[in-house]
């Protein structure tokens, strides 16, 4: 009897460590198959993100050239149109309009923003300082989205527009034209009245005091 109760206890102390050995192997084998699992959701979501992330930035280019394109279709309609301000746009009936201050198109935002140019004595456009120009506009078509497994994006392209179907008259006198140097030419008449004249034998010319030469 003695003897048989040892190894009972033996038995039960060997078979209680196999179990506890068991739930060890389990619980690291799980946790090493979750790692490997893990690592191919990753491979296989990435290619994809990826590829979805290439073709979503696409189709924010083509929007924001859509979008130029659309101010220069409101510029034609009337430089009045093109204050300086942050737009939307619509079409109906095959024309774009500003509308709003942005526009959605599946997840995409677009903006549109309208701003006044300056320029310099020698007419270049400048960034601070300088004049206003009436006749030219900086557009900016901006796009942005959220991809479902990134971070926020956008695209922004800029062009310069002007006003270019406009006649800007000016009433010249004979004091615009005493100014500049002259050949074979003369003033005649004064005030609004005056002209500029070739003289007898022609090929005469006069060049302003801005330099550009008036044959």
């Not at 109906?92 to 923003?113: M, N, Q």
């Not at 120009?133 to 695209?155: E, F, I, K, M």
């Amino acid at each position: 009897m003695p003897t048989r109760t040892r190894d009972n206890r033996i038995h039960r102390a060997t078979g209680g460590g196999s179990r506890g050995v068991s739930i060890l192997e389990a619980l690291l084998s799980l946790a090493i198959f979750g790692i490997l699992a893990a690592g191919v959701l990753i491979f296989v979501i990435g290619p994809l993100d990826f590829a979805g992330g290439s073709g979503q930035r696409e189709r924010a280019v083509f929007l924001a050239e859509e979008g130029i394109a659309a101010v220069r279709s409101v510029r034609n309609d009337g430089w009045t149109g093109l204050a300086a301000g942050t737009y939307g746009l619509s079409k109906s009936t095959g024309k774009w309009a500003f509308s709003g201050t942005s526009d959605i198109t599946d997840i995409f935002t677009r903006e549109i923003v309208v701003e006044a140019v300056n320029r310099d004595v020698s007419g270049d456009i400048v960034t601070s300082g300088g004049t206003p120009d009436p006749r030219t506009r900086r557009v900016t078509s901006r796009v942005s989205w959220n991809p479902p497994l990134g971070v926020a994006q956008s695209v922004e392209l800029s062009a310069y527009l002007s006003d270019w179907n406009v006649f800007d008259w000016k009433q010249t006198t004979d004091a615009d034209f005493s100014g500049g140097t002259t050949y074979q030419t003369q003033v005649a008449g004064s005030g609004e009245g005056a002209s500029i004249q070739l003289m007898a034998g022609g090929g005469g010319d006069w060049t302003p005091s801005e330099g550009q030469l008036i044959l």
